[in-house]
T-cell receptor, first 115, second 114 residues
Framework: DTGVSQDPRHKITKRGQNVTFRCDPI?????LYWYRQTLGQGPEFLTY????????KSRLLSDRFSAERPKGSFSTLEIQRTEQGDSAMYLC?????????????FGSGTRLTVV | AQKITQTQPGMFVQEKEAVTLDCTYD???????LFWYKQPSSGEMIFLIY??????QNATEGRYSLNFQKARKSANLVISASQLGDSAMYFC???????????FGKGTRLHILP
């Protein structure tokens, strides 16, 4: 068990380009979450999966954002036609359950800079 | 309305002193869970402590304890004998009822002074 892995750690892209991030959760965790964190703010919920099913999406997740978890293991988050306002840290987390003391295990995040 | 309120944007504390980080929450659901996370400059969110709404005793984990005052909807984090490595952002968070996602506050930046 090597924890939650996110790739890449940093991404600089030009406005209008598409970007894709990957998250590998802890192998036995069936729940996977994506959050976005801007400077000086707490993480904001984007979406989450139970196995391969996407169960909830935030209003923050515009049509330009799409997330997948095709086999219930790793997940990808794609942003199309990036805008400068998309610049943020994108955090992935996984969890074994959702009741009680099932806090998340977070990855180190992908820092996106749109220029 | 803010679900989680952390009123201290930043704090400076002398090493070895105890520190209390404030957190108030807002929910009408009788079943909820409260969390504290630490985020060092490296960016990773580290789980510290959890308190369930039905737990009778305040949660403790090593040097961390959660001062849970249910009537006041308060869940302050107490760090005893602070260390230089405690310098980080600290986030209070909540999970409500049947909802799965955790909602975070804006955080408090803690600076431990040598």
């Amino acid at each position: 068990d090597t924890g939650v892995s996110q790739d890449p750690r940093h991404k600089i892209t030009k406005r209008g380009q598409n970007v894709t991030f990957r998250c590998d959760p802890i192998s036995e965790h069936n729940r996977l979450y994506w959050y976005r964190q801007t400077l000086g703010q707490g993480p904001e919920f984007l979406t989450y999966f139970q196995n391969e099913a996407q169960l909830e999406k935030s209003r923050l997740l515009s049509d330009r954002f799409s997330a997948e978890r095709p086999k219930g293991s790793f997940s990808t988050l794609e942003i199309q036609r990036t805008e400068q306002g998309d610049s943020a840290m994108y955090l992935c987390a996984s969890s074994l359950g959702w009741r009680g003391n099932y806090g998340y295990t977070f990855g180190s995040g992908t820092r996106l800079t749109v220029v | 309305a803010q679900k989680i309120t952390q009123t201290q944007p930043g704090m400076f504390v002398q090493e070895k002193e105890a520190v209390t980080l404030d957190c108030t929450y807002d929910t009408s659901d009788p079943s909820y869970g409260l969390f504290w996370y630490k985020q060092p400059s490296s960016g990773e969110m580290i789980f510290l402590i959890y308190q369930g709404s039905y737990d009778q005793q305040n949660a403790t984990e090593g040097r961390y304890s959660l001062n849970f005052q249910k009537a006041r909807k308060s869940a302050n984090l107490v760090i005893s004998a602070s260390q230089l490595g405690d310098s980080a952002m600290y986030f209070c968070a909540m999970r409500e009822g049947e909802d799965d996602k955790i909602i975070f506050g804006k955080g408090t930046r803690l600076h431990i002074l040598p």
